[in-house]
């Protein structure tokens, strides 16, 4: 079966740092594009950022572009998004999924593929 196992999620301050990753098994995802939504209690689920299995286009939502960066290592299936300088309002519970090219990276419906999520929480 097609897996994507997400991890380290954990309790920061703001302005920490955290380095998520998503491990996918079960097929090959060449053709595939990453992406992570969250969703924070009481709201819907929200694009953070996205980024093929091959080549070296990434994607960025406003609320998080010039702070978290995405990045993969082919070799372990895996992909990381590196977020920096967290806000309060970044917790959340984050997705990791996965999709075929040719849709929209934002769009959660085109993902067929979903991770169990793991808790970032932001004190102040």
């Known amino acids: 079966q097609v897996q994507l196992v997400e991890s380290g999620g954990g309790l920061v301050q703001a302005g920490d740092s955290l380095r998520l990753s998503c491990t996918a098994s079960g097929r090959t995802f060449s053709s595939y594009a990453m992406g992570w939504f969250r969703q924070a209690p009481g709201k819907d689920r929200e694009f953070v950022a996205a980024m093929r299995w091959s080549g070296a286009t990434t994607y960025y939502s406003d609320s998080v572009k010039g702070r978290f960066t995405i990045s993969r290592d082919n070799a372990k299936n895996t992909v990381y998004p590196q977020m920096n300088s967290l806000k309060p309002e970044d917790t959340a519970v984050y997705y990791c999924?996965?999709?075929?090219?040719?849709?929209?990276?934002?769009?959660?419906?085109?993902?067929?593929?979903w991770g169990q999520g793991t808790q970032v929480t932001v004190s102040s």
């Open positions: 999924a996965a999709k075929p090219l040719g849709s929209s990276y934002q769009f959660d419906g085109g993902y067929n593929y």
